[in-house]
């Protein structure tokens, strides 16, 4: 990462720490001087690793008082050339790198995700994008798959069905093409088979899910919950 937004991120998180999480005589005993502080979190910067130093920075990029100039700044450093890891804007998130067009395609439905009715899903997401930033593909798996299970639910207002049910449903009263519905049946029953992403304590000998299908799953899932979130919106129009 630059300095600079290095040097930044250490000057804004004066503030920001102690705000939140302490009180204003710790603040003065831990970070006595602007130098101090610069200084404290250059080691941290120098000595952490990557997963701790990503952790650190969106907790501060989704701050609600986080500065527009610093998001810019990290966006700018992480959209270098060939720079393996690129800025989602809504919520904040690294990730890392993928193609332009796979990166313009998941952010506009991410977008729409957010913009859901669907709470639960919402949830489920952000976890989703959480275990993309830690490298945790199991996780991006089962969260992004419970997001839509949560979605078709809260849509068909099933909350007692099981997915298959919910979809079925989804077919047949609402106008979905049952194919679409049957592939996330698939996709779901591919993540609950004693062998899958579902069941963690066995995923941990599955090293057969990598990355690419933590991006396949986090990308068709947030696409399906953008098209219920239109489909909800023309049930009431």
């Known amino acids: ?60 990029l989704r701050d609600d008082a986080c ?28 990730i890392p790198a993928v193609s332009q067009q796979e990166a313009k395609a998941l952010k506009g439905d991410l977008e729409a995700a957010f913009a859901s009715p669907f709470a639960g899903a919402k949830v489920h997401i952000q976890a989703a994008l959480d275990a993309v930033n830690t490298g945790d593909n199991r996780s991006v798996v089962r969260e992004s798959i419970h997001a839509v299970e949560s979605a078709v639910k809260d849509f068909t207002m099933e909350e007692g069905a099981t997915l298959s049910q919910a979809l079925k449903k989804l077919s047949s009263e609402f106008g979905t093409h049952k194919a679409l519905s049957n592939a996330f049946d698939k996709l779901y029953a591919y993540s609950n088979d004693e062998k899958g992403i579902r069941h963690a304590l066995v995923f941990g000998e599955n090293d057969r899910v990598g990355f690419d299908e933590a991006i396949f799953f986090l990308s068709a899932c947030s696409a399906f919950l953008a098209f219920l979130n239109r489909k909800s919106a023309e049930q009431k129009v």
């Open 1 to 60: 990462m630059q300095p600079t937004v290095s040097l930044y991120i250490a000057s804004y998180s004066e503030n920001s720490l102690f705000r939140r999480h302490g009180f204003a005589n710790e603040f003065v005993d831990t970070y006595p001087s602007k130098k101090f502080c610069l200084e404290h979190w250059a080691q941290f910067f120098r000595k952490s690793d990557y997963i701790e130093i990503f952790d650190f920075v969106t907790f501060f």
């Open 67 to 94: 500065p527009t100039t610093l998001r810019e700044m990290i966006a700018d450093a992480l959209n270098e050339p060939w720079s393996p890891y690129r800025l989602l804007e809504a919520p904040p998130t690294i």
